[in-house]
């Protein structure tokens, strides 16, 4: 069985910083794309940021410039850096991977973390 478990989530002032962290565990044979989506209360689930790797990396026009999206794969682990926060970042963020099984793929998620901005 696999788990996605984030960290990280929190409180913070508009124009703060955050570090979200998402460490998969469990059986399978690799990790493919890896991303972070966001929902806001009323609102439906969005991308923020995506990676296959370093160099393949995909943004939602609003974080563009302020969050940076990275992975370890040594870790199974992926990672958003969140700078110059506003209160429209607020949110449940959620980790997703596309999990590559001995049976085929599947799409995992975690269990979401919060992140509050205030203004």
Known sequence: QVQ??????????????????????????????????????????????????SSNTNYADSVRGRFTISRENAKNSVYLQMTNLKPEDTAVYYCHADIVHVAGRLQHWGQGTQVIVSS
Do not use: H, N, T
């Open 4 to 53: 996605l478990v984030e960290s990280g989530g929190g409180v913070v002032q508009a124009g703060g910083s955050l570090r979200l962290s998402c460490a998969a565990s469990g059986s399978f044979s690799s990790i493919s794309a890896m991303a972070w989506y966001r929902q806001a209360p009323g609102k439906q689930r969005e991308l923020v940021a995506s990676i296959i790797s």
